[in-house]
């Protein structure tokens, strides 16, 4: 028997087309559907939303009732011809991430059908090896997870006075870190939109990296500024080590002098600084940017763990660029003074001579733990340990 639909009294400028559509798509193309209404003009209404989907209909009386005969075309089967599939949504179904996304992709969510014809879409980073990371998707959800609002996770009204060297000692720590932390968000911000769509999981990764970068810089800024300072100085060395990290174009590459030995070195300073800033402010800061940056590293050695895995002939591009940045910063001076100078004094917490023997000695430790942190980094990574020493010892004086 022929299906049969009414539509009632609903015409097709208030949904009727749904009900005709969702009873077609129950037949297959060059079989009939028969459709009645009573609203008014409703058979012109259909007649015209059939000619324009390409579906041929024909009106009848059937015991003195009105009845439109569709016969379901094949022009929108017709759209699915030729028709690109990009993949499975779940990432971890068996040939869900391709080892090369389609340009012709373009913004499609991986797994949908994307239509042929669609226009193709540029993104230059559209192999699975350059950026792809297993870890990816539950990294994110940790990141989300542990977002942190910064009005109300620091205590922006705890009450200390501090010393003017002591204060001014942490306003040249956090302007130097702001100027870190901006080069942390640039990075992937500049390879974010050259990421190919079909590895969203690493777009959103990165994503939410810059969120966390810029958070950081809102709350260094904020603490520079709540006794009335404004920031302190910023050296051509540093500028200099931190464009390095700008110009570096390759994805891999930039991960793992950012993230791997940069941030991973900055995990420590946080640590340090939570240990040793002389109000609760700053100390709450340092812990949660620590928790942050610590993220950021995991993602950068999970993503450099898998390339290597894949090709281990990459650690020799790594060293290279680890060498190279030494050479390119062979004349800058490194760390600047008033930094090395104000984590002393931080760490020693007095002006005395045993007080500040105690705060160099902890500073040289810092640099220790760095160097060590680094070199178990690299380790990890398959770097043989003379090798890692190596690599950990040539990484930039500026720490980031």
């Known amino acids: 028997m022929q299906p049969t639909i009414d539509i009632e009294h609903l015409g097709f400028d208030a949904g009727a087309h749904l009900l005709v559509k969702h009873g077609l798509q129950q037949l297959a193309p060059g079989e009939a559907l028969a459709v009645t209404g009573s609203g008014a003009g409703w058979d ?17 009386e059937v015991d003195g009732r009105r009845l439109v005969r569709v016969t379901r075309g094949g022009a929108e089967a017709g759209r699915w011809r030729a028709a690109l599939h990009s993949g499975h949504a779940d990432p971890r179904v ?3 991430i391709a080892a090369q996304a389609k340009a012709q992709w373009g913004l499609a969510a991986r797994g949908a059908t994307v239509e042929a014809g669609s226009p193709a879409m ?63 968000l640039v990075v992937p911000a500049r390879f974010l939109g050259q990421v190919h769509p079909h590895f969203r999981e690493v777009q959103a990764v990165l994503a939410i990296q810059v969120a ?21 100085l910023s050296t051509a060395g540093g500028q200099s080590s931190l464009k390095t990290l700008l110009d570096e174009q390759d ?12 941030e991973g070195t900055f995990v420590s300073l946080l640590h340090f600084l939570h240990a040793y800033a002389p109000d609760p402010v700053t100390r709450q800061i340092a812990r949660l940017a620590a928790r942050d940056e ?4 995991a993602f950068g ?18 060293a290279h660029a680890v ?27 007095a002006m005395t001579p045993a007080a500040v023997a105690a705060g160099y000695l902890r500073v040289q430790q810092l640099m220790v733990d760095m160097a060590e942190g680094r070199q178990s980094r690299l380790e990890r990574l398959g770097f043989s340990k003379a090798e890692a020493q190596q690599l950990s010892a040539l990484h930039t004086r500026n720490f980031m």
């Open 44 to 60: 012109g209404q259909l007649t015209a939303w059939c000619r324009s989907q390409g579906h041929p209909c024909a009106a009848l």
């Open 94 to 96: 068996e040939g869900a």
């Open 122 to 184: 540029q993104f230059r980073l559209d192999q699975k090896e350059e950026v792809w990371a297993e870890r990816a998707a539950d990294l994110y959800a940790q990141a989300a997870a542990a977002q942190w609002d910064p009005e109300t996770a620091i205590d922006w009204n705890a009450e200390f006075t501090l010393p003017d060297m002591v204060e001014d000692a942490v306003v040249q720590v956090l302007t130097y870190m702001i100027e870190n932390e901006v080069a942390a």
């Open 212 to 232: 966390d970068e810029a958070r950081h810089i809102e709350v260094f800024t904020r603490r520079v500024r709540l006794k009335g300072r404004e920031p302190g």
């Open 251 to 262: 994805f891999s590459v930039a991960e793992f002098l950012l993230s791997v030995l940069g």
């Open 294 to 297: 610590a993220r950021h590293v």
């Open 301 to 318: 050695m999970t993503h450099l763990a898998a390339r290597l895995e894949r090709e281990p002939a990459f650690r020799t591009r790594l």
């Open 323 to 349: 060498q190279s940045r030494n050479d390119a910063l062979a004349a800058s001076s490194g760390l600047n003074e008033e930094v090395f100078d104000a984590l002393i004094l931080l760490a020693a917490g």
